[in-house]
Every structure is written in C-alpha cells, then in structure tokens.
C-alpha cells in the first residue's frame, strides 16, 4: 500500500525506516517475525536492568548480551540484504518513474560494520555497559540502524523535493512488490492512496505501466486520471 503519510518514511524518523523493513521482512521470512520480537523482548529486559543498577549487574546483563547479539546479527543481516537487494534496480525504477536522470541510492547504515557482526555487537554491548547504565538504555545493536536514500549524492531526507521524495517512496513501494511476489510466489494486491494528486500526465503515465502487471485499486479524486493511463483495464466505482 502507498498513501501519502509514507513520505514521511524517507523524511522522518529511523524507526519509521526500521519498522519498514521489518513490516516487508515479516511479511516475506517466516523466521523474522519471531527474530524481531524476541530480539525486542531482550532488549527490554537488558533495558530494565540497566535501570537497576545494582551489584550484579554485569553479570546478570551478560545473559542478555549474549541473546541480543545473537538475535541482532540475524536482523542486520536480513535488513542488509533486502536492501542489497533493492538497491539493483533502485536507480532503474526511481529513473522509469520520474523521467530524470537523477543518481539514487539505498543502503543500511549502522554503527558495527564488522563481518562477524554478531561478535562485534556482543564486545561492544560489554564494552559500553557503564555507559548504558548511565544512560538507562542499550545504546548499540539493529534498533539503533537506519535506512539511507540519497540522491545525487546527497541524503534525501534533507535535499529532497516533495516530488522527488514521493517518487523515491514509490520506487520503494515497487521494489517491495517485486520481493513479496518473488517470496510469496504470487502477485500482491497493490492499494495505491490519492498518488495523482500531485503527478503530472507523464509521471502518471509512468507509473501505470510500471504497475501494469499488478492488480490494483486507486482511491482518487481524478477519475480522468485513471481513465487516460490504465487503457480499458479498470472499473471506477464512484463514491
């Protein structure tokens, strides 16, 4: 589904970026839904004894150390090859939207870029555990990362047009049906929310045929707009 708030994806928040890849991870893994909720649930646990701050408190967050770089070093993996994985065609689909030779980029950022991320997450959490403690909460592991778009070499968080940030977040949007169709063995139903309001006839040109092969249901205002690009294939339904 594409509706208008998720730019705020690109522009907003890293947890937004985060819960992204974990929403099309959980819906794509099997193993990930339960890799990402036991991996928060330790999390929590090592938070709260943080917290505490009492004498045995080493020993009883090393338990916890152990479990969340396990657990991490399966989701940084995951996250990190979905977008290796996206960012193939990335530059080829945000081009065929918008009509620009723009340069795009995706990547997953994070602070422990070691091979072994797994022995490099539990060194660190030990490393800084007095830190945390300070601090009251666990400063390293995948719910600190991030997702990175840049364009034309700059981050598009910051450089980014309101159009250009749309199209980048419709790419996105394309590149997870390719995965879920590729993992699921099937087409996914494509919602597309009030996404010609601010697209000219080329750009919405574009997009029909880039989602051509999908079945699709648009909620717009702009009934021509459907009516010009989708050929004979549609039904409108008006409300």
């Known amino acids: 589904m594409f509706e208008p708030q998720d730019m705020n994806i690109i522009v907003g928040?890293?947890?937004?970026?985060?819960?992204?890849?974990?929403?099309?991870?959980?819906?794509?893994?099997?193993?990930?839904?339960?890799?990402?909720?036991?991996?928060?649930?330790?999390?929590?646990?090592?938070?709260?004894?943080?917290?505490?701050?009492?004498?045995?408190?080493?020993?009883?967050?090393?338990?916890?150390?152990?479990?969340?770089?396990?657990?991490?070093?399966?989701?940084?993996?995951?996250?990190?090859?979905?977008?290796?994985?996206?960012?193939?065609?990335?530059?080829?689909?945000?081009v065929d939207i918008s009509k620009k030779n723009d340069i795009v980029t995706i990547r997953y950022v994070s602070d422990e870029t070691s091979a072994d991320y797994t022995t490099s997450l539990l060194a660190k959490l030990q490393q800084n555990i007095q830190k945390d403690s300070e601090r009251g909460f666990t400063s390293f592991g995948p719910h600190r990362d991030d997702l990175a778009v840049s364009i034309n070499g700059s981050s598009a968080k910051t450089t980014a047009s309101r159009g250009e940030t749309r199209t980048l977040m419709l790419a996105i949007k394309l590149l997870e049906?390719?995965?879920?169709?590729?993992?699921?063995?099937?087409?996914?139903?494509l919602l597309l929310d009030d996404v010609f309001s601010e697209l000219d006839g080329a750009h919405r040109r574009a997009l029909a045929e880039k989602t051509n092969d999908y079945q699709t249901i648009i909620t717009t205002t702009e009934a021509d707009a459907v009516i010009d690009h989708f050929s004979n294939k549609y039904d409108v339904i008006a409300l």
């Open 13 to 94: 928040e890293p947890s937004q970026r985060r819960e992204l890849l974990d929403r099309i991870l959980s819906t794509t893994n099997p193993h990930y839904r339960a890799h990402i909720k036991n991996y928060r649930r330790a999390l929590a646990q090592r938070n709260a004894l943080l917290k505490l701050g009492h004498a045995k408190q080493a020993s009883d967050v090393f338990v916890w150390d152990v479990r969340l770089s396990e657990l991490g070093g399966v989701i940084h993996q995951a996250r990190k090859q979905l977008l290796e994985e996206f960012d193939k065609t990335f530059q080829s689909t945000y």
């Open 177 to 189: 049906l390719q995965v879920i169709k590729s993992a699921k063995n099937t087409k996914p139903l």
